[in-house]
Nanobody, 123 residues
Framework: QVQLVESGGGLVQAGGSLRLSCAAS????????MGWFRQAPGKEREFVAA????????YYSDSVKGRFTISRDSAKNTVYLQMNTLNAEDTAVYYC????????????????WGQGTQVTVSS
């Protein structure tokens, strides 16, 4: 049973930073990828960033590139999303997800999701 548990969300002022964590358990993740997605009120869920467990190559959406950094700690089976220079448009529920690299990038048929953590940026 794959489990993904996010933490680290909260309320932050515009221009501030937060770091989200996603603790993964239930299988060996070395051949998979991890991703972060977000969903703002009234909007569809959107891709934020992804990272391969093996090698650590990463990919970002244009809206967060240069501000957010995804990383992983293989020893802890934990993925992080460091979010800097936050603005009101980053307010959303952030979800951690896992599957193969291509599936994470497209989110089509993505099998494993966390429960989400709320990030609120006040202006």
């Amino acid at each position: 049973q794959v489990q993904l548990v996010e933490s680290g969300g909260g309320l932050v002022q515009a221009g501030g930073s937060l770091r989200l964590s996603c603790a993964a358990s239930g299988r060996t993740f070395s051949s998979y990828a991890m991703g972060w997605f977000r969903q703002a009120p009234g909007k569809e869920r959107e891709f934020v960033a992804a990272i391969r467990w093996s090698g650590g190559s990463a990919y970002y959406s244009d809206s967060v590139k240069g501000r957010f950094t995804i990383s992983r700690d293989s020893a802890k089976n934990t993925v992080y999303l460091q979010m800097n220079t936050l603005n009101a448009e980053d307010t959303a529920v952030y979800y951690c997800a896992s599957d193969t690299w291509g599936t994470v990038l497209t989110a089509r048929g993505l099998r494993y999701w966390g429960q989400g953590t709320q990030v609120t940026v006040s202006s």
